[in-house]
């Protein structure tokens, strides 16, 4: 442990093995997951057809690199660009790298119409990823502060406020691109309205902008639909993606449509490991398992059982705020700091997180079950019952 870096304020548990939505650590304590390695795993843990596929193909092939076709890729390229209906997909191996990316992708869209210095739109309370350009579009002082400078070229706006970005495009001749979270989860589980997101497609339409969401933590079913920007019907030019692609093993993918679509040549942009045979076939898993089991669905129901559950339980507790969410991501949202929750849940075996200082965040696997939903419910508000009240 002393030899690691410390990036990372660990909690004194490590787990040893889980089964679906239970997690055993190295003492034998089980706990029930409700966290899903923040909404990477997908399916839970341990989960047959999943581990079968990962053991299968890693006999056969786990890496041959991008100098050569990879069939896997190209099957989970079509996948992807049917489920978005969208056009092309470029494979990594994080929400970062989907995110680098995707900005690569609107600064050379935008030198291409003559653009010397292009702008992105960015937002407040965004969360992007923590390497240079992406820690610069990200909306949090705290993981700018010692880094400066920053990467330049992006423009922040508040979330929700289509009024200041129509501002923006009247004197700002150099933006190319808006970027954001459908559902903000880094930022406290804040969802975009409906029709602020149909509101800002149209504004991109109007000056020739480039849609990018970064859908890295809401999409692949999350919110109760495959991508969060499908509840409202809009297609964005790109989306990128990453955490529960694969139910854990690491994965990114940039996906574009339209003016976003076919602008990168040999040469422009690449990632030795990206989308690799091991990977590929993880998500094309993952991606099966959710179809075939209706997977998607169930994170709806069992999403709003959770929501209606908390919510009954705590509506009359002082301190409570609200409830944020949809399908299977989860806010609840006090009225003080409740970091000391999650060390607590942690005593009574309950896995779950806490950001924005004041937000409670769930992320079970899509998989939970409707007994899972009430154990959760039950033993959370009991947690955070007696957190208010003491
Ligand atoms: C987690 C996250 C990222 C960063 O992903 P990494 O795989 O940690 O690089 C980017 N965007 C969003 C919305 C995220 O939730």
Redesign the pocket.
């Known amino acids: 442990m002393s030899h690691v870096m410390n990036t990372y304020a660990r909690l004194p548990v490590a787990f040893s093995h889980g089964d679906g939505s239970w997690i055993t650590d190295t003492e034998g304590r089980i706990y029930l997951d409700a966290l899903s390695g923040?909404?990477v795993n997908t399916l839970g843990h341990n989960h047959p057809e999943l581990v079968a596929a990962i053991a299968a193909q890693a006999g056969r092939l786990l890496h041959t690199s991008n100098l050569y076709r990879i069939p896997q890729q190209e099957q989970l390229a079509d996948k992807l660009t049917s489920l978005t209906s969208m056009d092309e997909v470029f494979f990594c191996?994080?929400?970062?790298?989907?995110?680098e990316a995707a900005i690569k992708l609107a600064r050379f869209y935008g030198h291409k119409k003559g653009i010397d210095s292009p702008a992105i739109v960015v937002m407040e309370k965004?969360?992007?990823?923590?390497?240079m350009a992406?820690l610069s579009a990200t909306g949090n002082r705290k993981t700018q502060a010692g880094f400066e400078p920053l990467v330049s070229g992006f423009v922040r706006v508040p979330y929700n406020d289509l009024t200041a970005i129509r501002a923006i495009a009247e004197h700002n001749k150099s933006v190319v691109a808006v970027m954001l979270?459908i559902v903000?989860?880094?930022g406290g589980i804040q969802i975009a309205d409906v029709d602020y997101q149909r509101g800002l497609r149209q504004l991109c339409d109007e000056n020739g902008w480039l849609l990018i969401c970064?859908?890295?933590?809401?999409g692949m079913g999350r919110t109760g639909t495959w991508f969060g920007f499908q509840h409202s019907g809009i297609r964005p030019d790109i989306v990128?993606m990453?955490?529960g692609l694969s139910g854990g093993v690491?994965i990114?993918a940039c996906i574009t449509a339209g003016n976003a679509a076919g602008l990168f040549k040999p040469g422009n942009h690449g990632s030795t490991f990206g989308g690799n045979q091991l990977a590929t076939t993880a998500a094309l898993t993952v991606i099966d398992v959710i179809e075939k089991q209706g997977l998607i669905a169930n994170a709806e129901a069992v999403g709003r059982l959770i929501r209606e559950g908390l919510m009954d339980a705590l509506s009359e507790t002082k301190g409570f705020v609200e409830i944020r969410g949809q399908g299977l991501m989860i806010g609840i949202e006090l009225d003080r700091p409740c970091g000391d929750l999650v060390t607590r849940a942690l005593e009574t075996g309950l896995l779950i997180n806490v950001t924005a200082d004041k937000v409670v965040r769930l992320l079970p696997p899509l998989n939970f079950s409707v007994e899972e939903a009430r154990e959760l419910v039950s033993r959370l508000a009991q947690l955070i019952r007696d957190f208010l009240t003491a």
């Open positions: 923040i909404a191996n994080s929400g970062c790298e989907a995110n965004a969360f992007h990823g923590r390497t992406t979270e903000q989860g880094e970064d859908e890295v933590q809401c990128t990453a955490k690491p990114g």
